[in-house]
């Protein structure tokens, strides 16, 4: 069994990246810990307990930072509906996470395990910033940092022209974890629109399916994929579970090893991967960048843990 820890903000798409994680055979994970992000930090928890039970599991669930290290929490609500969870009326809420914090969790899971523990980054990296500032050793601890950030191959932002929302809502915590030396692999939203676009077709096939899973998985998603159809895509995208595919079978995938710095601040800048391809800034390769994964896999693992 792979060991996975999985740091979330927990929205529609976080909720069936975590049932993927879950209902795989050969995943274990140790935890969930809850930063606030698309959603308010309770909310954010109540959604996660909520998939938990889902899965029949009894993975504990740990809250974290309800805002960013050095601003205050602007969430996606307008996005994933106001309980982030397209408001279909699931009843989030009255369950209660495990006693601790989701910093000292990250922290001593990793430290509990070297070498064992793949951590998987759903959200603003606010927590996960806080627990290298707190023990920099887990840098060289962890086996693997899987982020959904960034959009740094194909472009373009999904906050701002050039912004994708995780790395933006937390840009200086962005920053603290691509300048750390963690063993950092980002697939960024660029890839979801690439390759995990719920189109026509794929949306009859989740319906098909008429399971307690698919049925979640429709539903959690109707606000996002009103707002995607409005906004030119041919259906809601995937990006949190793009990024746990990869996770769980990085094997299909095409990366580049690059030298990226996300900068931080405010104007257009705020939250904006800057990769250097051609060494101008000079610095060492950082982050293995997924550049491709097919969407026929993607979708194999997507609906096989919906089934």
């Known amino acids: 069994m792979r060991r996975f820890l999985i740091d979330t903000d927990t929205a529609s798409d976080d909720a069936t990246a975590i049932v993927m994680a879950l209902r795989h055979p050969e995943i274990h994970v140790e935890a969930l810990t ?17 998939t938990v039970e889902l899965c029949g599991e009894n993975t504990p669930v740990y809250a974290g930072r309800a805002t960013p290290v050095m601003r205050t929490l602007e969430t996606a609500q307008n996005i994933h509906g106001e309980d982030g969870m397209g408001d279909c009326g699931l009843p989030l809420h009255s369950r209660v996470p495990a006693e601790g914090r989701a910093v000292d969790v990250i922290v001593d899971t990793i430290l509990g395990s070297p070498g064992e523990i793949t951590l998987v980054c759903l959200g603003p990296l606010s927590n996960v910033a806080a627990a290298v500032l707190r023990a920099p050793e887990i840098v060289d601890a962890v086996q693997r940092v899987v982020v959904m950030g960034g959009t740094g191959v194909h472009g373009p932002g999904n906050v701002s022209a050039m912004a994708e929302f995780n790395f933006w809502a937390d840009p200086e915590a962005a920053h603290v974890v691509t300048s750390s030396g963690m063993p950092l692999e980002f697939v960024g939203w660029d890839i979801s629109i690439a390759s995990a676009v719920v189109d026509a077709e794929r949306h009859a096939a989740m319906k098909a ?54 900068m931080f601040g405010d104007g257009g800048h705020r939250g904006v991967m800057e990769v250097d391809r051609l060494g101008f800034i000079g610095g060492e390769p950082n982050v293995e960048i997924v550049t491709h994964y097919p969407g026929e896999r993607f979708f194999e693992l997507f609906l096989n843990a919906l089934a």
């Not at 698309?38 to 307990?49: K, M, R």
């Not at 979640?216 to 809601?236: H, K, P, T, W």
């Open 34 to 50: 809850v930063v606030g992000g698309n959603v308010g930090l309770d909310q954010a928890v109540q959604n996660a307990l909520y």
């Open 209 to 262: 399916l008429d399971t307690e899973f698919s049925r979640f998985a429709v539903s959690i998603a109707q606000a996002v994929r009103r707002f995607c159809l409005a906004n030119g895509l041919e259906g809601d995208d995937l990006p949190d579970p793009i990024a746990m595919a990869y996770a769980i079978d990085p094997a299909p995938a095409e990366t580049q090893r690059l030298h990226v710095n996300v």
